[in-house]
């Protein structure tokens, strides 16, 4: 089942993720973002995994974002094309 979950960022800003759903032989299923490896949650109904996968894919963020600010400064320039 193919679902799509907003994410709010830190500005408000709304970016919306396609979210995988699995249902678990045992009951319940698990979901993955595919565009953030690794992203993935489970719970026992479809609101609660929908819950779960948007806590995740926010804290996948901005763990990313943390990580390209510490990496090296960037230098922005302009250029003409």
Known sequence: M?????V?????????L???????EEGGFWAEV???PGCVSEGDTVEEVLTN???AAEGWLIVAAE???A????HIVE???
């Open 18 to 24: 396609k979210v995988v759903l699995h249902p678990e």
């Open 8 to 16: 709010v960022r830190r500005k408000k800003a709304l970016m919306k």
């Open 53 to 55: 996968i948007r806590e």
């Open 71 to 74: 990496a090296a400064p960037a």
């Open 2 to 6: 193919l679902c799509k979950v907003n």
């Open 79 to 81: 250029i003409e094309v």
């Open 67 to 69: 990580r390209v600010a």
């Open 34 to 36: 595919p565009a953030l």
